[in-house]
């Protein structure tokens, strides 16, 4: 089982970047797919969710309408679309899964840089 992000960079505050996630080695049709961040010496923060097989869409208060989750299941993909960018956004993040009804993630990606200059 493997999820692999990439896409991750620097870039103005202001600014744009997506990342993506690419899942693979089992069937994620029960798991829900999220984007979890992590700053040195902080606790990682969930950032936003989206169920493999369904519709809604969860984001932490701090990126909503900023953010925009998605996926492409033919491709096994999910994405994080994240515009008007700024330095608190600064942080690794990484793509994880977890089974319908779990609360913490238990399958995670490595984790990509996002460096957002001001």
């Known amino acids: 089982v493997q999820l692999q992000a990439f896409g991750g960079g620097w870039v103005q505050a202001g600014g744009s970047l997506k990342l993506s996630c690419a899942a693979s080695?089992?069937?994620?049709?029960?798991?829900?797919m999220g984007w979890v961040r992590q700053v040195p010496g902080k606790e990682r923060e969930h950032v936003a969710t989206?169920?493999?097989?369904?519709?809604?869409?969860w984001y932490v208060d701090s990126v909503k309408g900023r953010f925009t989750i998605s996926k492409d299941t033919r491709k096994n993909m999910v994405f994080l679309q994240m515009n008007s960018l700024t330095s608190e956004d600064t942080a690794v993040y990484y793509c994880?899964?977890?089974?319908?009804?779990?609360?913490?993630?238990?399958?995670w990606g490595q984790g990509t840089q996002v460096t957002v200059s001001s």
């Open positions: 989206i169920p493999w097989s369904g519709n809604w869409k």
């Open positions: 994880a899964a977890k089974r319908r009804g779990e609360h913490e993630f238990e399958i």
């Open positions: 080695g089992r069937a994620f049709s029960l798991y829900n």
